[in-house]
């Protein structure tokens, strides 16, 4: 040993962790006890890192999920050793396919008795690492903040995602020397800006191009130059993901309705931080002779699934930055208008249903009075089945990182999490968590966790007694249905208020506004629990493929 070392104060395992965890910026930990992580909730006490506990390890991973979500910084998790890993690997895979940089910390039984059958043991590196860019144990106390550091860097460095380290019992109980120093994280805007001569030349020829982006947009900062280019050329945006929101709703270049026609129109398409999966047809929702332009922060993990007349991947704002400078471009305004009637027609055969007033409630008037009262930094949230889908497609998003889904891994159970985090992240701003009532069952509980830390999200439930996403497709193939029913008109209403929360039951849209004014003006966590048409069935072409 140096004499250094010797010199160096000595720290048990956990307040490494957390010294660690300080240094990176990261303030809060989200959690639910187990006696493995002691030594780290210790540590966290003593450098000032909240800790956040929550009813189920799956909300507890959503949350530092919805963390990174929100605020473009790793959330992190500790879990405890065995089933509370094996509780948060749902939300370990969501953050994979997701893009969202978290670390995941878990307990382990010790290593001094591995094999033995101490309580809790399971080796969870196996299972979790082909869901994480990196996953290890340390072996001794001293190699606890390298470890932590590597692992923030694998999540942050792109394409991000989520890492995970457990801690052996002993391990982390025990004492090694502090150490200030450490990596730093990489810039997530920063990255190589590769020749886009080629790229350059067909957006100068093109005649019809729109752009279609999503979430890796958003974690490659990308937003101002997507902006400043479409605006530049005079090129339609059309967004998924967490890219919704990063050109406002309302901008005279953004379209949402009119998306078959501008991708299938298009004689070009700059495809920029999304995949080409089922969300985009597996590249057939472009026509036929779109020619394509992908961006991406790094090459991507599957092969497109049809070719492409250029690739660029790096920093994502300096590529759409040296497009802006180097190609020019033909005039775009009759394509431009083209969409734009398109989208208002479209928009316009919307009011019927957003104007209905059926009882139970159609779930489009219950979105079209949301708008009006939604601010337009308000952070939306959507778990559930047709219910999310009717918001996610006529609800306006105006700011980056204010349009939460649970992305193409489709977890339900993610929202009472990512609301959580979203409120603890942004508490001045409205938190509107829209649930299904099948949605609810999964972390119903958290409502207890939101009542106890004061964190006043709304949720708003659409309550139409059934898994309508799964009812009428089964009904539709097979002409019946089963497993797809729940009780009609339960009043989860008053699960909220037996946790602490405030409840609304609502059964007419009249009584709609008032129950939603309430509700944001209650100061405790709230539900408002809508009665809903089972029978109104979303128009969807295909949800498996
Ligand atoms: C963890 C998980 N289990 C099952 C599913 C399959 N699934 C997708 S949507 C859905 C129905 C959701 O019902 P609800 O939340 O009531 O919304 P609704 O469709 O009725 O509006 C189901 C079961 C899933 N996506 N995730
Ligand atoms: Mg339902």
């Known amino acids: ?107 382990r039984a010790p290593a001094m008795r591995w094999g033995q059958g101490s309580l809790q043991e399971i080796d969870h590196v196996p299972f979790v690492r082909p869901l994480t860019k990196l996953a290890a144990t340390p072996e001794t106390t001293a190699e606890i903040p390298g470890l932590i550091d ?57 005649e019809r191009p729109v752009i279609m982006a999503g979430t890796n947009l958003y974690w490659g900062h990308g937003e101002v130059a997507l902006l400043a280019l479409a605006q530049e050329l005079g090129i339609p945006v059309f967004l998924n993901g967490l890219a919704r929101g990063c050109v406002p709703a309302d901008h005279e270049l953004f379209f949402s309705r ?13 495809v920029v931080g999304v995949p080409m999966d089922f969300r985009l047809g597996f590249g057939q929702s472009f026509g036929e002779e779109t020619e394509l332009v ?64 059926r009882a139970p409630l159609h779930p489009m008037r219950l979105y079209r009075e949301l708008g009006e009262l939604l601010d337009r930094d308000a952070i939306v949230i959507g778990d559930g089945g047709d219910f999310v889908s009717f918001a996610g497609r006529v609800m306006d998003t105006y700011q980056p990182g204010c349009w939460l889904d649970p992305g193409p891994f489709g977890c339900l159970g993610c929202g009472p999490g990512y609301a959580l985090a979203a409120k603890l992240a942004h508490p001045e701003r409205q938190v509107l968590l ?27 439930m659409g309550n139409n007694g059934i898994w309508a996403l799964e009812k009428h497709p089964m009904e539709f193939l097979y002409g019946y249905s089963v497993a797809a029913d729940l009780r009609p008109g339960t009043r989860y209403d008053q699960v909220v208020e037996a946790l602490g929360g405030h409840g609304e039951l609502v059964s007419q849209p009249s009584e709609l506004r008032p129950a939603l004014d309430r509700a944001f ?5 709230a539900l408002v629990n809508v009665l809903t048409d089972p029978e109104v069935v979303y128009p969807r072409r295909s949800n498996l493929a």
């Open 521 to 525: 003006s209650a100061g405790a966590p």
């Open 1 to 107: 040993m140096s004499a250094d070392t010797q010199d160096a104060t000595q720290l048990h395992g956990g307040r490494l962790v957390a010294k660690r965890l300080k240094a990176h910026g990261i303030t809060r930990l989200f959690t639910l006890s187990g006696g493995h992580l002691f030594s780290i909730f210790d540590g966290c006490r003593e450098e000032g890192i909240e800790l956040v506990d929550v009813r189920h390890e799956s909300a507890a991973t959503f949350a530092a999920e919805g963390w990174a979500k929100v605020t473009r910084q790793p959330g992190v998790a500790a879990l405890t050793a065995g089933p509370g890993v094996t509780n948060g690997m749902s939300a370990i895979a969501s953050a994979q396919q997701n893009g969202s940089p978290i670390l995941v910390l878990g307990g």
């Open 150 to 206: 590597e692992a923030l860097v694998a999540a942050v460095t792109p394409h991000s995602g989520p890492a995970f380290v457990d801690f052996p019992l002993d391990v982390v109980f025990s004492e090694a020397p502090e150490s200030d120093e450490g990596l730093s994280l990489p810039d997530a805007a920063a990255g190589p800006v590769p020749d886009v001569a080629r790229a350059a030349a067909l957006l100068r020829d093109a």
């Open 294 to 357: 992908v961006v991406d922060r790094a090459e991507p993990s599957r092969d497109h699934p049809r070719p492409v007349a250029a690739e660029l991947y790096g920093s994502i704002g300096g590529i759409l930055d040296a497009l802006r400078t180097s190609a020019g471009g033909s005039d775009t305004r009759a394509w431009v208008a083209d969409l734009r009637a398109a989208e208002t027609e479209k928009r316009q055969a919307e009011r019927a249903e957003l104007d209905d007033d």
């Open 258 to 270: 009119a998306r078959s026609n501008g991708l299938k129109g298009a004689d070009l398409a700059l």
């Open 434 to 460: 829209l649930l299904g009532d099948g949605a609810f069952g999964f972390s119903g509980m958290e409502f207890d966790t939101l009542a106890r830390h004061g964190v006043d999200v709304v949720a708003v």
